[in-house]
């Protein structure tokens, strides 16, 4: 028997969805062991175009024994999502002393150690569905007016008036499994009219009414939340371990003065959040970059020192060198910070000129990718050619926006 796992559950449909989230867990979560991913009959002959990974182990479970008939009575448009009973089937008991499940498409922003260390011992780990107001119960999660005999019966036998769990993310001691728990959770959606959220509400009859072994996970250290599911007011991705649904990027942030939204996804595609940026030139966009990394910016404009709340600006005032207009170089040398993780050059603006970075590229960091913006325009492509034959560096070009950004690495 093996101490770990993490658990998804997916179908056909979510193959791609958990791709994306194994990249996550690897390579931002920075989880090595099993990831056993359970599928159903739509993927039994496909498990080997799944089986990437060494460490991933597919668990095949038939799908459930649901009638169409049933689920229409019930309302279920998703009947698939039963299958995330198979968690808790006697399979993991025998294989594993603790799980983390997670649903697919989760947001993970930093390594996962302090969720998967937690003290889970008899116990089910989750979050409530009810926080932070915690004025739900778990009551809400059953329809008492189109089913109102059975809805009786459910208050008869459980106390409905508890807080409640989201089954959306869940670390469990598989101790509190038994040989009939998977078949309970079964019989209980077929017995008691669909919940809300399928599964969640009969997982809540179960661990939380009759076991009683639901506690809430951490919320939060002095360093970061734990997760939630979505980004609380005044909170951002970076504040977090990991999200179920993270808040899109502001679109009006991004073009005309500022760079691309398409040069903000390549940073979010290539840079774990977290990590360090510094910038040159500030903008509306730099309130987009803080929302994921540590950002540090060299700005001319007093104006725009602090527009951005969360980086860290370096105000620079322009300072006029043999041959070139550019950041006051003594200001930048001492104020800027020794590690960094990416460069990004977007100023300062084009009538004062960017032919100053290459003169004084030695202030930086070099063995780090490198994005210029702007080379649509002659000089900052001039430049790029430059840069690129003084590094050594490939250069990759994409649009953005009506114009174009470089990246050396």
């Known amino acids: ?63 459930m024994g649901r009638t169409k008939e049933r689920n229409d009575q019930f309302g279920v448009n998703k009947p698939f999502q039963f299958h995330k009973f198979y968690c808790f089937h006697s399979w993991f008991r025998e294989n594993y002393k603790k799980c983390f499940y997670m649903d697919v498409g989760m947001s993970i922003f930093k390594p996962l150690d302090k969720i998967i260390n937690l003290d889970c011992a008899g116990k089910i780990l989750a979050h409530s569905d009810a926080y932070p107001t ?38 469990y001691d598989t101790s509190i499994i038994s040989e009939y728990t998977f078949a309970t959770l079964v019989k209980l959606s077929n017995v008691y009219q669909n919940n809300k959220t399928n599964t969640q509400g009969f997982m809540n009859l179960y661990f939380n009414c009759l076991l009683k072994v639901w506690e809430q996970i951490q919320i939060r250290d002095s360093v970061t939340h734990y997760y939630d599911f979505y980004e609380r007011e005044g ?118 000129g960017r032919q100053g970075f290459v003169h004084n590229i030695d202030l930086f960091k070099t063995d780090i990718p490198i994005i210029l913006d702007d080379t649509n325009r002659h000089v900052e492509a001039t430049m790029r050619n430059e840069l690129a034959k003084k590094l050594n560096k490939k250069v990759l070009t994409f649009d953005g926006a009506g114009k174009k950004f470089s990246i050396l690495l």
């Open 235 to 352: 909170l951002d991705p970076i504040d977090y371990i990991m999200v179920k649904y993270s808040q899109e990027p502001n679109k009006e942030h991004f073009g005309s003065w500022s760079f691309s939204i398409e040069l903000f996804n390549w940073v979010r595609n290539n840079l774990s959040t977290g990590k360090t940026i510094l910038e040159l030139g500030s903008g509306n966009a730099t309130k987009e970059l803080t929302r994921y990394y540590k950002v540090h910016s060299i700005e001319h404009n007093e104006e725009w020192v602090g527009h951005a709340k969360r980086s860290n600006y370096i105000h620079a005032p322009i300072v006029e060198y043999e041959g070139y207009k550019w950041y006051d170089k003594k200001i930048v040398k001492k104020s800027i910070p020794k590690e960094y993780d990416l460069l990004l050059v977007d100023g300062p603006q084009g009538d004062i």
């Open 134 to 171: 915690y004025k739900s119960k778990l009551s809400d999660q059953f329809d008492k007016k189109q089913f109102p005999e059975q809805y009786k019966q459910l208050e008869a036998m459980y106390n409905l008036d508890v807080d409640y769990f989201q089954s959306t993310m869940m670390l």
């Open 1 to 63: 028997m093996k101490d770990f796992c993490v658990v998804l559950v997916f179908n056909k449909s979510f193959v791609g969805k958990s791709f994306d989230t194994i990249k996550q867990i690897r390579e931002v979560g920075l989880y090595k062991g099993d990831i056993v991913c359970i599928i159903g009959d739509d993927l039994k002959k496909l498990t080997r175009l799944i089986h990437k990974d060494k460490n991933l182990v597919v668990k095949y479970f038939p799908d």
